[in-house]
């Protein structure tokens, strides 16, 4: 079972389990990041959501290619 990292930000948005994967709330991880970048890059809210969204987007939802065992990411409410 992989587990993104950081735990401290990420365990945040996990919603469940889906057999051996775990399964993250896109939305929780979004306001997740958010909240670390306003913090470690002093910016404003909708700049550093605007970072979160590329950061998943690019950095953790395109990683499922490689790995048979990649968190599933639910953009569901």
Do not use: H
């Not at 587990?3 to 365990?11: F, G, H, K, N, Q």
């Not at 945040?12 to 306001?31: F, H, P």
Request: hydrophobic share 40%; net charge negative; proline share 4%.
């Amino acid at each position: 079972m992989i587990r993104l990292e950081p735990r401290e930000i990420y365990d945040a948005a996990i919603i469940g389990q889906d057999g051996d994967l775990l399964v993250y709330c896109y939305y929780l991880l979004i306001e997740a990041i958010t909240k670390q970048f306003q913090v470690d890059l002093c910016i404003d809210k909708q700049e550093a959501e605007i970072m979160a969204i590329d950061d998943v987007s690019y950095n953790i939802e395109r990683m499922c290619t490689n790995y048979k065992d990649w968190p599933i990411i639910k953009r569901e409410p």
